[in-house]
T-cell receptor
Framework: RKEVEQDPGPFNVPEGATVAFNCTYS??????FFWYRQDCRKEPKLLMS???SGNEDGRFTAQLNRASQYISLLIRDSKLSDSATYLC????????????FGTGTRLQVTL | DTEVTQTPKHLVMGMTNKKSLKCEQH?????MYWYKQKAKKPPELMFV???????INESVPSRFSPECPNSSLLNLHLHALQPEDSALYLC?????????????FGSGTQLSVL
């Protein structure tokens, strides 16, 4: 089983739709969780950290479910510019920011 | 708008060449990283430097040789690479190497080995 798993998609949604992605992780000792956005042939850019209590940044909401070992990302009112690959990342090492990335979920927002 | 700068953006090299990738940040970050990303795959960690010392080597072949001359610079020296080493090489930095620190990536070097 992979350490961090995501549905690769693609998720094709119309503009204005709400879309949600999940990411499961296998190591119950994982401590830190992040969502990154990556555009084609570009670097990953940090979208948001994921906290136990859940957190929101504008149209984006992230949740952590430790019991079921998954994190989620909800995007409301999708924009064309949201089209990208969304990577979840988990820190599984206790001493370093040794991020393990999921394979990413591709989102395509259409008119 | 990344504050982590990587050069060159593109590199084509033969299997007998020696080249170097460079990475620079001026955010005062004390941890720096090299990641490798193949097409349609996630980034994979190669090396971590913490306070200019190599702290993690993810069993990377010796044809990849990292160097951290100072707290702002990170190099990756390449020698005798194979075509399967063609990938996007990403540098990243964070304030420290603690587990909850956020990583900021450079725009990467797209490497092609012929």
């Amino acid at each position: 089983r992979k350490e961090v798993e995501q549905d690769p998609g693609p998720f094709n949604v119309p503009e204005g739709a709400t879309v949600a992605f999940n990411c499961t992780y296998s190591n119950s000792a994982s401590q830190s969780f992040f969502w990154y956005r990556q555009d084609c042939r570009k670097e990953p850019k940090l979208l948001m950290s994921v906290y136990s209590s859940g957190n929101e940044d504008g149209r984006f909401t992230a949740q952590l479910n430790r019991a079921s070992q998954y994190i989620s990302l909800l995007i409301r009112d999708s924009k064309l510019s949201d089209s990208a690959t969304y990577l979840c990342a988990v820190t599984v090492d206790g001493t370093a920011s040794k991020l393990t990335f999921g394979t990413g979920t591709r989102l395509q927002v259409t008119l | 708008d990344t504050e982590v700068t990587q050069t060159p953006k593109h590199l084509v090299m033969g299997m007998t060449n020696k080249k170097s990738l460079k990475c620079e940040q001026h955010m005062g970050h004390r941890a720096m990283y090299w990641y490798k990303q193949k097409a349609k795959k996630p980034p994979e960690l190669m090396f971590v430097y913490s306070y200019e010392k190599l702290s993690i080597n993810e069993s990377v072949p010796s044809r990849f040789s990292p160097e951290c001359p100072n707290s702002s610079l990170l190099n990756l020296h390449l020698h005798a690479l194979q075509p399967e080493d063609s990938a996007l090489y990403l540098c990243a930095s964070s304030r420290s190497d603690r587990r909850n620190e956020k990583l900021f990536f450079g725009s990467g070097t797209q490497l092609s080995v012929l």
